[in-house]
């Protein structure tokens, strides 16, 4: 069974792998590039179609944060467990 600060280090890396995969890039700009291009250019008096685009957008920045704040999380647990390694390492060789 993994402990938490594993887990956390794992879904980094399961994180990494998402967002530096090509086609995640690749597919993620061509939406965004898509909606903003249909907000822009909906007509001002579609205010609903506007608002749902919108919507739109600010789902698909969520879900980027989201794999960025699980990349984080795990890099700190990595650091965390690389450092209660090297406490455990030196009171070994006291």
Known sequence: MMSTFEQRVH???RAREVLENEAYQQAFANI???????WKNSPA??????EKLWMYLAML???KSQLDTTLETGKLAQLEVE????LMH???SW
């Open 11 to 13: 879904a980094a890396s």
């Open 32 to 38: 965004e590039n898509e909606v903003t291009e249909k």
């Open 45 to 50: 008096r579609d205010a609903e179609g506007r």
């Open 61 to 63: 920045k969520k879900l």
């Open 83 to 86: 450092h209660k390694q090297g």
């Open 90 to 92: 030196r009171l070994k």
